[in-house]
RNA sequence: GCCCGCGUGGUGGAACGGUAGACACAGGGGACUUAAAAUCCCUAGCCACAUGGCGUGCCGGUUCGAGUCCGGCCGCGGGCACCA
């Protein structure tokens, strides 16, 4: 640990309210106290942290083998980037994840924590191409700065098993993975669209596209077709959906959300025939999730990539010109949603299924997709809210086809009257107008079944079951990601690599003083003989996704160093993660994907059958956030052009915050310390002064609260500076207190001094108890008793992921514990018991306190305590009264007091006499051990 | 736009459908100290002198009883397939 960073620096600011604090806590390992009979009374982390984890290494307590006798645990939280930096989220992602770790050892599991860096992907060669370094210098530097600054948390990781996945080793795997995929026929090429900038000449990202524009070139950016590598994720589509019914410790919302991605629908897949199309196209296949609605249609709209559309685009200037437009946009759905609507009238129309006088206009719309469905639709104006404004705007007729089945009379408005689309909830019973199948009032989906089964009687169409999810696009035009390993030879066309020639590993000779690809401008690695004739062919220049990478690492971390992707025996034994911890960010893309990945691995026998689910249970855990202090500068311009102010953010340990007319206000320090007269920091009024003088100065500084840290906002906090101040303990006691895990948690530098101040009193109490007097006193059975509440609420607590929950008793107890007249050997066994429910969420400053108050070894070693059920046990309980639902009194019963006998109990309470007046009570409600609720 | 969440004092939050505000931060008061720091103790949702009334984003519903369940709205956050 580095030595002083300014104390001005951490204290002052991003406290949330209050008034100043002038003279900061000084860092605490700062002071070199004499060795001497005060050293036992201080908490000094700085000295305490490192001894430990120096313990921990030479005992090797926490490399993983595979060891017989003992349940096995693996808990595994998801891997970060290796941006540069560890992140405050990151050591709350951590903690959690060490929380669980340092349990289940504790209650005598065989635990796996590994930890690894994700390591491929764009930032690195974004920074190649600000600074001109190489993506691998500057990937592996960050990874070493990483490293260094999470050791000193004291993480209960297995570090021998760590790995990047740009290490060679593991993308060897990769392609080894690849390869096999290949042979099962998991994985094929077709064209797909990317974000093409025209300028650079180069493939953005859709965080590249700014508005329509390439973020580096500002040209705009258009869609362009290319053949690329895809997954056959979506034959799993059925079996994805499934299985997330067995997932019974994963969070339900993350299940929705994956189910609503694959999107099965059942539909009615049916052709209108055309009147006036081009040759080739006598029909257009549409399909529709609300074959009901057939009678309300008003128009058919084919995507811009249709075939139709394209035919129609070779003939005319101005549908193609309108398809350009179309394609301007990006190729993310947002985009495509929140365009907006336009439509190309084509002169074509469709004849009704049902009724071929009625026609249908066709319209090219760039709002549908050619890769979901049949990539044409029609449209339901009157039950569908896009396709209203769509009709409303090209005025195209409306028609209802069902209203709401009862009420509402007299308040519906039928969308062709002006109201809004009427889209209910398949669900819901609805009156059809118009009923062509089944009966006239029904559900939604029963509507929807009765028209599939006519239509399919009819000889109308068929009905069919369709997801909503996509084949996975692999294919990456960049450098730092994992080499396809296929070669293109012009006789053998796509040719696997070898195996035994893998990994196809990345050059290292390349610049990125050029926008693309640098493989594609790379002769001699580019240039190869094809390993089937032997002809000169040419290697992929595409590399992969990085979501493959963070697809099968869980799986690498059971036997990283094998010479295989897996080693069954090892998958065998430490699979499956039994607890999975990572962001809620991650719910669809990164979950799905890794599904995927182990099904494919279980095909091509790389792991057992049971890990086709990876992952065990799963939680997602919120976000760290802290204030943004934003200010504006002003920019001068010379004449005649006016000045103009420009947004600013200040870093919290530029502002001072305090708390005045009960609003947290903040001031720039720089400009208090500016200002002469006014008494600059040193009162609320004073400070209150300063506020007022920078108001009116436009130097006014805004407090936007909890947002997500980002370092161009300059709200960040900085872990490693929490840990040289206060010691990793206090970091990472306050990470988990006060928020829920799920939620976000605001960080506030009086949060971390109040963990900080609660530790050293731990820390004094311990001592206190280590020398207390053994002379056995009355209160010995309280102090034991409220210890073993509290070993049942901690460990509870832990069990259900409210380490929140599992603080706020420790704290309870901590002050029980500090109150006590119990004797030495109690209070001792008390603060032990403390220590080893504490060891988990500050394994430092437990075992500091194990060690001096008598434990036995390691506190990682000893086994977790277990509450003594029968000590917890009231015989009374405290029942509140109620009248009507309202608290009104209270009494104190046995805990096991008959009904009748806590009724009329509660009939004689003063508070039911008055509100009864004499009368008969209407009811009683008596629920045992918990309410009496009089209803009068 | 679509999908998924979340919303409780000055602040972070607690609460199997059963005493709303545990625990903590900030605040107020006090003890100790020459003074301060540190520490310890007390206090505290809001309104009202009080009896009491009002309170979990807003509106409505179910229930003996709703922060919790249901419907509708508002606000904020996450995801939307090439950010990781």
């Known amino acids: 640990m580095k030595a002083g960073i300014p104390p001005v620096a951490a204290a002052r600011g991003s406290g949330r309210a209050g008034p100043p604090r002038l003279s900061p806590p000084r860092p605490t390992h700062a002071r070199q106290r004499p060795k001497g009979s005060a050293r036992m009374s201080r908490y000094t982390p700085a000295e305490i942290e490192p001894k430990w984890q120096k313990a ?32 405050i989220g990151h050591v709350r992602n951590y903690t959690m994840g060490d929380v669980v770790a ?3 050892r504790a209650t005598g599991h065989n635990v796996l924590h590994p930890m690894g860096f994700d390591a491929f992907g764009m930032p690195a060669e974004n920074a190649a191409m600000a600074s001109g370094g190489h993506p691998k210098t500057w990937t592996y530097d960050n990874i070493d700065t990483m490293v260094e600054q999470m050791k000193p948390l004291g993480l209960s990781l297995d570090w021998s098993r760590m790995f990047a996945t740009c290490d060679p080793e593991y993308y060897g795997q990769q392609q080894a993975l690849f390869l096999d995929f290949l042979e099962q026929g998991m994985v094929y090429r077709k064209n797909a669209v990317v974000n093409w900038d025209p300028v650079d000449m180069t493939v953005l990202a859709n965080e590249q596209v700014e508005e329509g524009r390439g973020w580096r070139s500002g040209a705009l950016v258009e869609r362009r077709e290319l053949t690329q590598w895809f997954f056959r994720i979506s034959d799993f589509a059925e079996d994805l959906l499934e299985a997330l019914d067995g997932l019974d410790d994963w969070p339900a919302k993350v299940k929705t959300m994956q189910a609503n991605w694959i999107g099965r629908s059942r539909g009615l897949q049916f052709a209108f025939s055309t009147t006036d199309a081009p040759e080739g196209h006598d029909r257009i296949e549409v399909y529709t999730t609300r074959p009901d609605t057939l009678l309300g249609a008003s128009f058919v709209g084919i995507s811009p990539d249709h075939p139709l559309a394209r035919q129609l685009e070779r003939d005319s200037e101005e549908v193609a010109a309108f398809c350009a437009e179309c394609r301007r946009t990006g190729t993310s759905e947002e985009e495509l949603e929140t365009a907006e609507k336009k439509g190309y009238d084509t002169g074509i129309t469709v004849r009704h299924p049902f009724d071929t006088s009625w026609e249908l206009p066709v319209y090219i719309a760039n709002f549908i997709l050619m890769d979901y469905g049949t990539g044409a639709v029609f449209g339901c104006p009157a039950h569908d809210a896009r396709d209203l404004e769509f009709a409303r705007k090209y005025d195209l007729p409306v028609s209802s086809v069902f209203v709401p089945a009862m009420g509402e009379e007299g308040t519906y408005i039928l969308p062709e009257d002006g109201g809004p689309a009427y889209v209910p909830p398949k669900v819901e019973t609805v009156r059809y107008l118009k009923p062509f199948a089944g009966e006239e009032a029904m559900t939604g989906d029963s509507g929807v079944d009765a028209a599939i089964a006519f239509c399919e009687e009819n000889g109308v169409g068929q009905g069919v079951t369709k997801y909503r999810l996509r084949d996975w696009g692999l294919s990456r035009q960049r450098y730092w990601g994992c080499p396809i390993p296929v070669v293109h030879c012009d006789a053998c066309g796509v040719v696997p690599e070898k195996k035994e020639n893998l990994p196809v590993e990345l050059p290292d000779d390349v610049s990125f003083d050029q926008p693309g690809n640098p493989l594609d401008r790379h002769p001699t690695w580019r240039d190869v003989a094809c390993p089937s004739c032997g002809a000169p062919a040419k290697r992929e220049t595409d590399t992969m996704d990085t979501f493959v990478d963070s697809s099968w690492y869980f799986a690498r971390f059971t036997a990283p160093r094998a010479g295989t992707p897996t080693d069954m025996a090892d998958a065998e034994y430490w699979m499956n993660v039994d607890q999975y911890i990572g962001g809620i960010e991650h719910a669809i893309l990164h979950l799905l994907y890794a599904r995927f990945f182990s099904r494919a691995m279980h095909l091509t026998g790389h792991l057992p059958e049971k890990s086709r689910e990876p992952f065990d249970a799963l939680f997602t855990q919120g976000m760290v956030t802290h204030a943004i202090f934003q200010t504006y500068r ?3 311009h010379p004449d005649p052009q006016p000045d103009k102010l420009v947004r600013h953010y200040l870093f919290p340990e530029e502002v001072i915050t305090f708390q005045h007319d009960g609003i947290e206000k903040a001031v720039e320090t720089a400009f208090a310390e500016s200002l002469e007269g006014v008494g600059g920091l040193s009162s609320v009024q004073a400070l209150a002064e300063v506020h007022r003088i920078a108001d009116m100065n436009g130097r006014g500084v805004e407090i936007i609260p909890s947002a997500k840290m980002s370092k161009s906002k300059k709200n960040v906090v900085d872990p490693v500076s929490i840990i040289s101040q206060y010691g990793a303990d206090t970091a990472r006691w306050f990470v988990l207190s006060d928020s829920p895990p799920e939620r976000d948690v605001e960080w506030t530098a009086s949060g971390a001094e109040a963990a900080h101040r609660h530790l050293s009193r731990v820390f004094r109490i311990a001592a206190e108890a280590a020398r207390a007097e053994d002379a056995p006193q009355g209160s010995d059975e309280v102090l034991l008793r409220e210890m073993h509440k509290t070993i049942h609420d901690v460990t509870q607590g832990i069990e259900s992921f409210g380490f929140n929950a599992g603080i706020a008793r420790l704290y309870a107890f901590t002050s029980t514990l500090s109150k006590s007249d119990a004797g030495g050997e ?11 429910l504490m060891s988990p969420m500050t394994p430092h400053l437990a075992e500091e306190m194990w060690s001096m108050l008598g434990g036995e070894g390691l506190v990682a070693d000893a086994p977790w305590p277990v509450a003594d059920e029968t000590m917890m046990v009231e015989d ?43 009368g008969a009570p209407k009811k009683i409600i008596v629920v045992p051990g918990r309410i009496v609720n009089v209803v009068v």
């Open 56 to 87: 921990w290494d030479e005992a090797l307590t926490f490399k993983a083998e595979r060891k017989n006798g003992k349940p096995k645990y693996y808990v595994l939280e998801m891997f970060p980037y290796p941006s540069g930096r560890i992140h």
């Open 634 to 636: 002003r920019e001068t």
């Open 826 to 836: 109690a209070k001792r066994e008390a603060a032990r018991t403390l220590a080893q």
């Open 102 to 104: 340092r349990y289940k």
């Open 876 to 918: 009374t309980v405290t029942m509140p009264i109620q009248i009507n639902g309202k608290r009104r009194g209270e009494v104190v019963v046995p805990k096991d007091m008959p009904k009748p006998e806590v009724e009329e109990l509660a009939l004689s309470h003063h508070a039911v006499l008055k509100a009864l007046d004499g």
